[in-house]
């Protein structure tokens, strides 16, 4: 097979077993070269800029380093604007940065927000069957987007779901809130009582649909709601 029209895979996963397992079921796909191998985000960076791969099989958690997220950003160059203006019928050997096809356990809200921020075309789970990942590859070296149905379902749920409106007094509060403060020093921290603390609390927690303060917290976070 002319190999000129194979593309070219980075794979990033800090496992080394899992590593080893995705080089031999990527190696039975003819059209995919795998060119390299990176054990950590920080790598994955480095060997992308001297392999030019087309595409990066990347992880999330990649233990001590820079996370999966921050080696998409810099992989990509926070290019995820730039991406889909590359158009979704481009060629494989184009120049530019490489996609980056996400391939993680993880499908939270907050991983699957904060990976398409950093830039990445594609989010798949490792649950996925072999022929999924395959296809994943060959519409990620396109600029085409793959998602694994449950993180789509969970994609077009926050679409349908209206982002909360939050005032700025309550935007203050739920960030005391995350910082673990109680009432008190919530109260102390942005000069009003406790009283009206506890007023806030309720129209956050009915806002946000939860009954606690960690509950808050979380959909805060998942939903990036928090201010920076």
């Known amino acids: 097979m ?20 995705l080089l031999a079921l990527l190696a039975s796909a003819d059209d995919i070269e795998v060119v390299g191998a990176a054990g950590s985000g920080e790598e994955a960076v480095a060997m992308t800029a001297k392999l030019k791969p087309q595409v990066v099989l990347m992880d999330l958690q ?27 019928d481009q060629d494989t050997d184009r120049p530019g940065p490489p996609y980056v096809l996400v391939l993680t356990t993880y499908d939270t809200d907050a991983d699957i927000n904060r990976a398409i ?30 998602l694994s149905p449950p993180v789509a379902s969970r994609v077009m749920a926050q679409l349908r779901t209206p982002v909360p409106h939050l005032t700025d007094r309550e935007q203050d509060i739920l960030a005391q809130l995350a ?22 609390l309720g129209r ?14 979380a959909v805060a976070k998942e939903r990036r709601l928090l201010r920076d």
């Open 204 to 217: 956050i927690y009915a806002k946000l649909g939860v009954d606690t303060r960690s509950g808050a917290v």
């Open 2 to 21: 002319n190999t000129g029209n194979r593309i070219r895979l980075l794979v990033c996963d800090d496992h080394a077993v899992v590593r080893a397992g």
């Open 62 to 88: 990649l233990g001590a380093g820079i996370d999966g997220v921050e080696a998409t950003r810099r992989i990509t160059g926070r290019s995820a604007e730039r991406g889909a203006a590359r158009g979704a």
């Open 117 to 146: 921020a950093a830039g990445a075309t594609g989010y798949l789970l490792k649950a996925e069957r072999p022929e999924e990942l395959f296809a994943a590859v060959h519409a990620a070296a396109r600029g085409r987007t793959t």
């Open 179 to 200: 910082q673990g403060l109680g009432n008190r020093e919530i109260a102390r921290a942005l000069f009003i009582s406790e009283a009206t603390v506890k007023t806030h």
